[in-house]
């Protein structure tokens, strides 16, 4: 399978609650990256994993979390949702954290009320 | 800390005119640049890689320069079409492999 695939695409949730996302990176893909994009924004570096392991974190609470799996497929956990975890999920990923760029999947639109 | 930023943060032109989008940034230790197109509500489409250690790439209409040593970046597109109409994002890597992204650039092709 090719690309970076996201779910859900969409997601409404209430603040206080917990969510969970889904990527599924591209074939071959040791390295996934998470991004939020709040509206008129450009993407912020939330964390990244390679082989399983975090990698380097961006200026986020640990609330977010993140876990990556042996299929190279990934899940980012956010806890005690705020109105400002309001935003575009973007999922990432790159042969061995190499600097041959990445491929970003669709999105996650959260929005919290 | 390394801060992108591009200019104009919007731009409109009508079809066939050749354009540039311009993207600057505070550290010149990146791995790469490189450029991507969002279409709205959607994801990030990878259009050019620059390597740290490379002048400029091309692809169809599309070029993109890196001039480390002046923090800037360029993206120019040729002969605009309605159909190039999208956010345009520069983004720089850091060793840690983590982007930076610039805020984007909103063009719109008028036909």
């Known amino acids: 399978e090719t690309g970076v695939t996201q779910s859900p695409t969409h997601l409404i949730k209430t603040r206080g609650q917990q969510v969970t996302l889904r990527c599924s990176s591209q074939s071959g893909h040791n390295t996934v990256s998470w991004y939020q994009q709040a509206l008129g924004q450009g993407p912020q570096f939330i964390f990244q994993y390679y082989r399983e392991e975090e990698n380097g974190r961006g200026n986020f609470p640990p609330r977010f979390s993140g876990l990556q799996f042996p299929n190279y497929s990934s899940e980012l956990n956010v806890n005690a949702l705020e109105l400002d975890d309001s935003a575009l999920y973007l999922c990432?990923?790159?042969?061995?954290?190499?600097?041959?760029?990445?491929?970003f999947g669709s999105g996650t639109r959260l929005t919290v009320v | 800390k390394q801060e992108v930023t591009q200019i104009p943060a919007a731009l409109s032109v009508p079809e066939g005119e050749n354009l540039v989008l311009n993207c600057s940034f505070t550290d010149s230790a990146i791995y790469n640049l490189q450029w991507f197109r969002q279409d709205p509500g959607k994801g990030l489409t990878s259009l050019l890689l620059i390597q740290s250690s490379q002048r400029e790439q091309t692809s169809g209409r599309l070029n993109a320069s890196l001039d480390k040593s002046s923090g800037r970046s360029t993206l120019y597109i040729a002969a605009s079409q309605p159909g190039d109409s999208a956010t345009y994002l520069c983004?720089?890597?850091?060793?840690?492999?983590?982007?930076?992204f610039g805020a984007g650039t909103i063009l719109r092709v008028k036909s």
């Open positions: 990432a990923s790159s042969l061995d954290r190499s600097s041959y760029g990445y491929t």
């Open positions: 983004a720089a890597m850091e060793y840690g492999n983590k982007l930076v």
